[in-house]
């Protein structure tokens, strides 16, 4: 019993020990959750007991969750990268400590009525009319206009800004609207132009901006008047009625954009009994793209482009059609662009003899509120209605405008226009400015040639041809002078035999626009190709002299023979293709196949062909003074010598046949054109006849083998005429024994 009992003492201490390993087990897990507590930094928690996790909106620098007890949680800024939030169209985002919240940008409000939100889906922003909010949102002398987000403040119908206070928002301050200012021309005398002017003073003390309808048609009615009848106007001077017709296109312009400022929204129109024709459109918001019409010419725009003055909201477009004004601008010069210019005059030779011009059109002006239109964003398209017109084949038709000075005058000018179609009743032009456009046909005489220089350079040029066969005929078929200097002659001759009989056959064949290109094209290759062979040829005879003194040559010789063919034909082809490929249209011009010297095109001819002749030049001199320093140090041998001299005769002679002499060419100008046109024709048309020349007829190899194939030519001869006797002497021979034989069988038929 007792052992019983003893028996059950270590179960009861087991029990009673269990209370207290439970307690000390709870005291150990809230020691370890204090020591984690105490070890987190600010905004973070505990996790998992080891480490700390930052809270929401939060973020350290290893990542979410950290061991290391320096580490800081630190806000994340939601409202910008990397982390962005939308919030949506019309909303702004901002940032606060662990979170953000959206509002509505200014000029908005939330339609839910929520001061704040957290995104996008929650937005509900939408436009306030400050206009109609009761507040004066703008001067009592303007009108409020909402706009999205914003509004603007613009002068009542009839008022301006005052100075110094345009578009100054919401300060924007008006005035009634005045008549603008216009004074006559000064310096010119005429009853009727004082008297037109007089009546524009009683409609400047009588206006109204009530009654600005009445003032346009008042006005439109003077000018009328005037234009129908000018009277003594018809007298003055050119130059005068030249000036008063500045003055009156661009006076009227001014007062009309003035003057519209204060008319209703709408389209109108004002006309008079002689043909003068105002159409206007005053708009708030017009539509995208605007056709008004006034007699014979129609104006289509895009409305975006009249809005670019930054006006406060109504935008004026207007156009005036003013018949009478051709009789002021008649015999008005005509100034073309370059290269509309190169067009018009076409050839790169000859005298251009005269250029007239004839209206074809009324003179219309184009005006918008925005009185800077000198570049505009997008062109303004004006259709010109005209009488039926043949045009000459020396006549042309131009979209122009009066381009006029500081002083009052003027003149004709295709700036900033350009003709896209033309027919016999109509003309489509586009002009990136607004002025006073017209239509004129322009009428020129066919450049004039000199005669005596056109049988130069056709009887040049065929002895070129003739002399440049028989040149590549010797390079080629003379086996003992064929080397390096031979292959140059060769290719050098061909490609000038080329491009001066596609010259003389096919430069003005300007009959089919393509072909007409082609040609041009491919003289352009030619050419080049002639002057790059120059060049090599000028860098082999520097390099021959220099043999004089250099001993080791056959590694430059090997050079030159592997690179000419690809520098000769490769390097003109690349500048041509670059140049077809930028400006094709450029190939070809009216009266010639050529290059069209407009957009300064010519210069990828001209500026090759420069460096040609001047490299060439220097090869030339530093030839020469490299055989004058051997003809210095040469002995009495006369046979040196005298190679030596030869050299120096031909070295002379490349001047002629590297091209050089084309500098006479720019030499064209002031009192001694007319002789530099001459020797540049005579010198650069024999450039074959020199080539020949100095390489065939004064080579000593070639005139032997000249002599050889003139003695095998008589030697032949010879023996052909040898042949030719014998075969008639046998002939001869042959015909006493047939007789004989006749004879013969006549004899034995009488025996028998």
């Known amino acids: ?48 007991d080891t480490s700390c996790r930052c809270s929401p909106g939060f973020n350290s620098s290893s990542g979410e969750i950290f061991y290391n007890g320096s580490e800081r949680c630190e806000d994340i800024n939601e409202c910008g990268p990397p982390s962005v939030v939308s919030c ?39 436009d306030v009319d400050e206009c109609s909010s009761g507040q004066p949102m703008c001067h009592e002398s303007t009108i409020c ?35 603008p200012t216009w004074t006559p021309p000064p310096g010119i005398k005429s009853q009727r132009l004082s008297h037109f002017f007089e009546r524009v003073q009683d409609l400047r003390r009588d206006f109204k901006p009530a009654l600005a309808q009445d003032t346009i048609q008042h006005l439109i009615r003077e000018v009328d008047e005037l234009l129908e009848t000018p009277d003594d106007l018809e007298a003055l001077p050119r130059s005068e009625q030249h000036c008063v017709a500045t003055n009156l296109l661009v006076g009227l312009e001014d007062v009309l954009r003035t003057l519209s400022q204060a008319l209703p929204n709408g389209i109108m129109t004002f006309n008079a009994s002689a043909g003068t024709d105002l159409s206007l459109e005053v708009q708030e918001q017009g539509h995208r793209n605007v056709t008004l019409s006034s007699n014979q010419v129609k104006m289509l725009l895009n409305w975006d482009v009249a809005h670019e003055s930054g ?28 290269e509309r210019q190169a067009v018009l005059h076409g050839a790169h030779k000859g005298v251009l003899r005269g250029v007239s011009s004839v209206l074809l059109s009324h003179v219309i002006s184009a005006f918008m509120s925005n009185s ?22 020396m006549q042309k038709v131009f979209c122009v405008f009066w381009d006029h000075t500081p002083d009052g005058y003027g003149h004709w000018s295709t700036a900033g226009c350009r003709m896209v179609a033309t027919g016999d009743t109509s003309t489509t032009c586009q002009c990136t400015h607004l002025s006073s456009f017209a239509v004129l046909m322009a009428h020129y005489d066919v450049p004039v040639e000199d005669p005596v220089l056109a049988v130069i350079t056709y009887l040049g040029l065929g002895l070129s041809l003739l002399c440049l066969l028989l040149a590549a005929l010797t390079f ?57 062979w120059m060049l090599l040829e000028g860098l082999n005879l520097f390099l021959t002299a220099r043999n004089l003194t250099v001993v080791n040559y056959s590694s430059v010789s090997r050079v030159m023979k592997k690179l000419m063919f690809p520098v000769g034909y490769g390097v003109p082809a690349i500048i041509v293709a670059i140049s077809a490929a930028s400006r094709p249209l450029l190939y070809g011009t009216p009266t010639r196949c050529w290059l069209n010297p407009g957009k300064r095109f010519i210069w990828s001819f001209l500026g090759p062909v420069c460096t040609i002749f001047s490299v060439n030049l220097a090869f030339v001199l530093m030839t020469l003074w490299i055989l004058k320093s051997k003809l210095s140090s040469l002995s009495s041998d006369v046979s040196t010598l005298q190679n030596t001299r030869m050299l120096t005769f031909k070295a002379t002679a490349q001047l002629f046949i590297l091209g050089c002499t084309w500098c006479l060419g720019i030499l064209q100008v002031g009192p001694a054109a007319h002789v530099m046109a001459y020797l540049f024709t005579i010198i650069n048309s024999l450039q074959g006849f020199f080539i020949f020349l100095v390489y065939c007829l004064l080579s000593q190899q070639v005139r032997e083998q000249y002599g050889k194939w003139f003695k095998g030519i008589k030697k032949t001869r010879a023996e052909s005429e040898i042949y030719t006797l014998s075969s008639r002497a046998m002939s001869d021979a042959s015909k006493p024994s047939t007789h004989f034989t006749n004879l013969e069988a006549e004899g034995s038929g009488h025996t028998s």
């Open 145 to 179: 206009i909402n706009t999205v987000g914003s509004y603007k403040c613009r002068c009542r119908w009839g008022w301006e800004p005052k100075p110094g206070y345009q578009n100054r928002q919401p300060n924007t301050t008006c005035e009634e609207m005045s008549f």
């Open 311 to 338: 006006d406060s909201g109504r935008s004026v477009v207007g156009l005036v059609s003013t018949p009478g004004m051709g009789k002021l601008l008649a015999e008005a010069r005509l100034v073309l662009e370059p």
């Open 476 to 532: 080629l078929l003379c086996k003992a002078i064929q080397n390096t200097s031979t292959s140059l002659h060769l290719q050098l001759s061909i490609c000038l035999f080329l491009a001066h009989l596609l010259f003389l056959t096919a430069i003005d064949r300007t009959e089919i626009k393509v072909l007409c290109a082609i040609i041009a094209g491919a003289l352009h290759y030619l050419y080049l190709a002639s002057f790059t």
């Open 372 to 393: 800077d239109t000198q570049n505009l964003s997008s062109p303004i398209t004006f259709i010109f209605s005209h009488h039926s017109v043949t045009r000459g084949p």
């Open 88 to 126: 949506g169209k019309f909303a702004d985002c901002w940032n606060t400590e662990g979170s953000y919240y959206c509002t509505c940008s200014p000029g908005y409000k939330p339609a839910s009525g929520a001061r704040t939100f957290r995104d996008e889906s929650e937005n509900t922003c939408q």
């Open 1 to 48: 019993m007792r052992n019983g009992h003893l028996m059950l003492l270590p179960g009861l201490l087991m029990l009673l020990l269990l209370p207290l390993g439970a307690a000390s087990q709870k005291a150990s897990a809230s020691q370890s959750l204090t020591d984690s507590t105490r070890y987190c930094p600010a905004n973070s928690a505990v996790f998992n």
